[in-house]
């Protein structure tokens, strides 16, 4: 960028062949072709090694940061510092350097190509760093008589120095090979190791394959079914860095250039600059707000002291496992979270009380269920009701229960009107026959039928004596459905008059409306106005690539894009029938983070709604690590605010 420094004058390219060096002979005169050609062969021995033995990016410093100016705007500096670009030149920047992003949009080439490459009033530019030399140090040269006194004439550059030049791009430099290398060992390291594996022809195939995929280079994860087997890791890893090393690192040099000839690209990439823009070209542009940098795809090299340092110690100063554990063999004992330094091994157990109930020890499945339920005590599932069947079949949004010939089902509501029964057939018996009735009024949502007496003596000592499960819950002597047939059943208070009714995946008490009950409603104030689920679903991300997945989903929840920013990775969801209102169409979304025990926590937060959709943000709490893995539950509701 014109702006970090003064630009000085570059050598005239020559055209010479580096893989040549002079020959000296006894008697040979050397004029300036031979030592041009010495140093193109000497200074392209040293490049090959570097380029292809050590890769190029920042080796050390040209650390990048913003800072605000009141009059002049946003600036980015460059603190000293040394780079290796794809053709294997060193490159050293000193003093810092400190260039202001309102002039350079304002020079000439660039305002006029501001317009075109805004993108929602936002600019995205690349900073770079490229190599280059300057002659310099000018001595007399001996020339002709009629000579003018003119400098240029007199005096001769005696040096060329490398030098380097700061500049803002609207493209990123060519750095085909480091994202190459990137996607390849993300791939491997996605591939399982374990107890049996694909064959080697087999691992070596899929390499390839993931290498000419369609839709980019190893952009596609690996097969689910390939593995590498565990005593055999060294080996396959050694076909899989000889086969990157042989066929693909040639092919991903970018632009012409392969294993024989070296790429043309100068330049290697310092940082990603994102910014709002306002203004014209006639009336002058500038940075709008602040300036974010993102150097995600910022190529660098480590040095071989840190790698030997950070490999030396791989294995050591880690906790190392536990010999003992604490027992858990009583009911009623605290959770601890211990001090212990050591971890416990994968195969651990804390052991179990004894089971409170010797018949279980006997027979596990001593107590089994009868009547309206079935199952064990634990696994419980209500099949009768009053002894009436009740059907399997999954209910719908609006349907009540309804008695159909011999048996209770979901069904729709039936239209009109009706009256509350203020009488009860009783049921205190056990083996009374099962009647559909024939009254035309209808049972009050609290009505009840009474219950024979407890068929098991010992309950009326202990009427906690069996915990019950499935779609009840608490015990024999005080059991209250929570589920039927496995759904919810909401625990609202009915009143006189209501029914029971499924609403937003449970069932409920709701008041029918005139005429009959019609479509999907929940219980709500009286006078407010409506409420509902729009959409849900779960999704599993991948920061790495960055990628994201809906494992399911209800009235259309979908992913429509996916971004990584600086903290966090970005996800735009929509649904059917999104509207961008949130005047008149206001959303609530609910996010939970679904992570297993051995996995990092995330939060998830709500960063946006617009004509798209709204964004979501997920990140880690501790350290941002874009190789987390893990999976979100999202809900959005919507609501008829008040007033409208």
Request: with cysteine.
């Amino acid at each position: 960028m014109s702006s970090f420094s003064s630009v000085p004058m570059t050598t005239a390219p020559t055209t010479l062949d580096s893989s040549k060096h002079v020959n000296f002979s006894l008697g040979m005169v050397l004029g300036v072709d031979d030592f041009n050609q010495e140093f193109a062969y000497l200074s392209n021995r040293d490049r090959w090694l570097a380029r292809d033995l050590i890769g190029y990016g920042t080796v050390c410093g040209l650390d990048v940061s913003s800072e605000a100016d009141a009059e002049k705007g946003p600036s980015i500096r460059v603190t000293p510092g040394v780079a290796l670009n794809p053709r294997g030149q060193f490159i050293r920047v000193t003093p810092a350097q400190c260039a202001f992003l309102n002039a350079w949009l304002n020079t000439e080439k660039v305002a006029k190509a501001v317009q075109e490459k805004l993108k929602s009033g936002g600019l995205t530019i690349y900073l770079t760093l490229c190599y280059r030399d300057c002659l310099t140090d000018s001595v007399p040269v001996p020339g002709e008589p009629c000579r003018t006194e003119d400098a240029a004439d007199l005096l001769r550059p005696s040096r060329i120095k490398d030098d380097f030049n700061l500049d803002f791009r609207f493209d990123a430099p060519d750095q085909t090979e480091e994202d190459a290398l990137r996607a390849f060992v993300a791939w491997l390291r996605l591939v399982p190791i374990a107890a049996s594996g694909a064959t080697l022809t087999k691992f070596l195939d899929a390499i390839r394959a993931g290498a000419e995929n369609a839709t980019g280079f190893f952009a596609k994860p690996p097969a689910a079914t390939l593995a590498i087997p565990e005593d055999k890791l060294a080996l396959y890893l050694r076909e899989a860095f000889l086969l990157w090393t042989t066929e693909l690192r040639g092919t991903v040099r970018g632009g012409d250039a392969d294993c024989a000839t070296p790429s043309t690209e100068d330049c290697v990439l310092l940082s990603e600059i994102s910014f709002k823009v306002t203004g014209s070209e006639a009336d002058g542009w500038a940075v709008d707000g602040s300036v974010k940098l993102d150097e995600t795809r910022r190529p660098y090299l480590v040095h071989l002291r840190l790698l030997q340092e950070w490999l030396l110690t791989a294995g050591a100063g880690g906790p190392v496992p536990a010999d003992a554990v604490v027992s858990e063999v009583a009911f009623g004992q605290a959770a601890d979270a211990g001090k212990a330094e050591e971890y416990s091994r994968a195969d651990h157990t804390h052991g179990t009380p004894p089971d409170p109930i010797p018949a279980h020890q006997a027979d596990p499945k001593a107590h089994t269920l009868a009547g309206d339920v079935a199952g064990f005590i634990g696994e419980t599932v209500l099949e009768k009701i009053q002894k009436n069947p009740v059907s399997a079949a999954s209910p719908k949004d609006g349907q009540v229960l309804g008695f159909v010939k011999d048996h209770w089902e979901p069904v729709a509501p039936a239209s009109g009107g009706g009256n509350p029964a203020n009488t009860v057939v009783p049921e205190t018996a056990f083996g009374q026959t099962a009647q559909p009735g024939t009254a035309a009024t209808y049972s009050r949502a609290d009505h009840s039928h009474g219950t024979p007496p407890d068929p098991i003596p010992a309950h009326k000592g202990d009427a906690q004596a069996h915990a019950l499960g499935g779609d009840l819950s608490g015990f024999l002597g005080s059991a209250l459905v929570g589920k039927i047939q496995n759904v919810p059943v909401r625990p609202t208070q009915p009143q006189a008059g209501q029914v029971l009714g499924f609403t937003a995946g449970q069932w409920g008490p709701v008041t029918p409306a005139t005429g009959g009950v019609q479509g999907a409603f929940v219980t709500r104030p009286e006078k407010a106005g409506e409420f509902g689920i729009v959409a849900a679903g779960i999704c599993d991300f991948d920061p790495q690539k960055p990628a994201a997945n809906m494992l399911t989903a209800y009235h259309g929840l979908k992913i429509v894009g996916v971004s990584q920013g600086n903290f966090a990775l970005e996800l735009i969801f929509t649904f059917n029938d999104y509207v961008f209102d949130l005047q008149k169409t206001p959303y609530i979304v609910k996010l939970t983070p679904w992570v297993d025990r051995e996995s990092m926590p995330f939060m998830a937060w709500v960063l946006d709604f617009d004509e798209n959709g709204f964004t979501v943000g997920i990140g880690s709490p501790f350290n941002f690590d874009k190789s987390l893995f893990g999976r979100l539950m999202v809900e959005v509701s919507s609501f008829e605010p008040d007033g409208v």
